[in-house]
């Protein structure tokens, strides 16, 4: 019934039907939620990473759940930039909405190698680095947590990409996410994403072992909310507002009232995780969501909203 | 398909394959919630509109992904002190369950599925009543397959793996009576009351027989097997099988095995298969969050044709159901 109210939103220089993307890791290479939901709704979607070469990934159990979350450990498993070119890129040509590639690896050339061959690709807008791998040329330590190898990485990647968008998304295991998101900014990142998951561990006590077959995963879905939220307002008062780059906010939502709050916060999209394992169709049900509650709020534009918490 | 590592071999035996609707989101009814021995249970949905449409065509070891996170915990009483601490635990992703037994009534479709009470989970899956509404994501992943020329089919099973063994019994009898398959079920548990059937379980003979009225009722003879000798043969249910396989010496290229239980147990079943190069179908089960091939967790270790390497292959889309001789045990 809200159909006609428009809640499209700029994204650093790209104009999106909605600010509703699904988030990577949750809806697959490109249409696997098609059963679900039209996803020509979607304001832009973002596969899952891409590396260089196919990946097996981790051993099983790979998933657990939690409280109010699941922790997860797949090990990047993909099949690789080159059987992603065929098979699954002309899919994503067909989507309306704005499809960004995760890209990841375990250095800085296999980043690269990922970006390069899609650079030329029409069929995207854009990158979204996924800096929570670890960097084996320097010893395992995430590429995400260091300020001066997300410095490195964003430039490499950003002389590499052309005229598509950068997105850097940020891991929350950090002292202090601004420093991180000021470096990635200052290397020519056009847009940030946050957060990515928190490193976390379940124990069984019959065993003692952990969990999972890689002992640790990343900790996702509702539990993480309330700091995602603090997050995305703390990267956008320090880093993002005065340079207006865009944050493309997650962590936890399942509600159009969630995805609001984001905005809130400073978030100028959101984009639907673990969500999406539990309600396939649930992105879609949040951008019905946000247009009722634009009707509601007599809200013309979201740009009003975004970053509009009191001081 | 299920057995895509045995390409060639399929393209020769193609039989029948069972589940061919498409996936999507559901409203079920529950119409009963009945508790059967002491943790077990068989919870009745009704599917109507598109959803009786889509499970019409359920078949046997497909699954669906059940969101009980809605579902209240039963009264503090009433949760075994085992389940105590589970019982604190918020529920947030949908379960996986295969169903026992799929009827098409007019124009509603009644499904069964039986679950054992032994998490958060399905401990407050036992609160829910006749009239609830359930979110139900299905039909998923690949069943069971009958190819052509089997005239014998074994059912080997342990402890919850009789679920989708029932409704298997129940195609292999009835949608395929024509073919006129002889079918031997084989159940196995730990104990008598790990035995989810109904009936007196601990006056069951050693005998095949009649005994497990679930597979009675489509005229299909059973044998139980139980750890602790509670219910009878004594021992695990792949030393019973095998026994009987000695005795009966079954033709080989007539016969197939249908396995679905514990890992070892399915290990062994296929162990046994392949000893007596017997075609053998496993269904598989996994730790899964999406249950629709998006999150990649339900990982199965599969042999790669004419390589010693291996691949992950995903219980839910590329399974649950596999080819015994593709599966790394």
Request: hydrophobic content about 40%.
């Amino acid at each position: 019934m809200n159909e006609g109210i428009d809640i499209s939103v700029e994204f650093g220089g790209l104009r999106l039907g909605n600010p509703v993307f699904t988030a990577s890791g949750t809806s697959g290479y490109a249409d696997e939620l098609g059963e679900f939901m039209d996803m020509d709704r979607l304001g832009g979607f973002i596969t899952k990473s891409i590396t260089a070469k196919p990946r097996k990934g981790n051993a099983t159990p790979r998933i657990v759940e939690t409280d109010a979350g699941m922790l997860n450990a797949i090990g990047l498993a993909n099949i690789g930039v080159e059987r992603f070119v065929e098979e699954k890129l002309p899919i994503l040509g067909k989507m309306k909405a704005a499809v960004f590639v995760n890209v990841a690896g375990e250095t800085i050339e296999e980043y690269l190698t990922v970006v390069e061959r899609l650079a030329n690709e029409e069929r995207i807008a854009g990158f979204e680095l996924n800096i929570s791998c670890p960097n084996v040329e320097k010893g395992g330590i995430t590429f995400g947590t260091d300020p001066e190898l997300v410095k490195e990485i964003s430039s490499a990647v950003k002389n590499a990409c052309g005229a598509k968008m950068l997105m850097v998304k940020l891991t929350p295991s950090v002292t202090d996410i601004s420093v991180i998101a000021r470096a990635a900014v200052e290397a020519g990142a056009d847009a940030l994403s946050l957060i990515n998951t928190f490193t976390a561990m379940v124990i069984d006590i019959k065993t003692q072992r952990p969990v999972l077959a890689n002992r640790t995963g990343g900790l996702s879905g509702p539990a993480i909310k309330p700091i995602a939220v603090y997050l995305v307002n703390k990267v956008y008062k320090e880093v993002a507002k005065e340079r207006g780059i865009p944050i493309l906010g997650m962590g936890g939502i399942r509600t159009a009232s969630d995805a609001v709050e984001f905005i809130i916060a400073g978030a100028s999209a959101v984009a639907v995780g673990t969500a999406s394992f539990i309600e396939p169709g649930c992105a879609a049900r949040i951008i019905e969501g946000i247009r009722k509650y634009c009707v509601e709020h007599n809200i013309s534009n979201i740009k009003e909203l975004v970053g509009s918490v009191s001081q | 398909m299920v057995c895509g590592f045995m390409k060639g071999f399929c393209e020769v035996v193609m039989g029948q394959e069972y589940g061919s609707s498409s996936k999507g989101e559901f409203r079920a009814v529950v119409s009963s919630n009945r508790q059967i021995g002491i943790s077990f249970y068989r919870l009745t949905l009704e599917f109507s509109g598109a959803g009786a449409e889509a499970f019409d065509g359920f078949g046997p070891g497909q699954f669906v992904q059940l969101d009980v996170s809605g579902a209240a915990l039963p009264p503090v009483e009433r949760i075994p002190d085992e389940l105590a601490d589970a019982a604190r635990r918020e529920i947030l992703l949908r379960r996986p369950f295969s169903f026992t037994d799929v009827t098409r009534e007019g124009d509603k479709t009644v499904a069964d599925l039986l679950y054992c009470v032994v998490g958060p989970a399905t401990l407050r899956m036992t609160t829910f009543k006749a009239g609830d509404s359930v979110s139900v994501v299905g039909p998923l992943g690949n069943g069971f397959s009958v190819p052509e020329g089997k005239k014998k089919a074994f059912l080997v099973f342990g402890g919850m793996g009789t679920a989708p063994m029932q409704h298997l019994a129940k195609v292999l009898a009835w949608d395929e009576k024509e073919r006129d398959i002889e079918v031997v079920a084989f159940a196995g548990a730990k104990s008598v009351h790990a035995l989810p059937f109904e009936g007196r379980m601990d006056e069951i003979s050693q005998q095949l027989g009649f005994s497990i009225r679930e597979f009675a009722k489509y005229t299909i003879e059973s044998m139980v097997a139980t750890d602790d000798g509670s219910s009878g043969f004594h021992g695990p249910v792949t030393d019973c099988f095998l026994e009987w396989l000695k005795e009966n010496k079954p033709s080989v290229e007539e016969a197939i095995i249908y396995s679905c239980g514990p890992e070892a147990m399915l290990g062994k079943v296929a162990e046994i298969a392949k000893e007596r190069n017997i075609d053998c179908q496993v269904s598989l089960e996994r730790r899964m969050a999406c249950g629709i091939g998006v999150c990649q967790s339900c990982a199965v270790e599969c042999r790669v044709e004419g390589s010693s390497e291996t691949v992950y292959k995903m219980c839910c889309e590329d399974g649950p159901v596999f080819d015994a001789r593709e599966v790394v045990f």
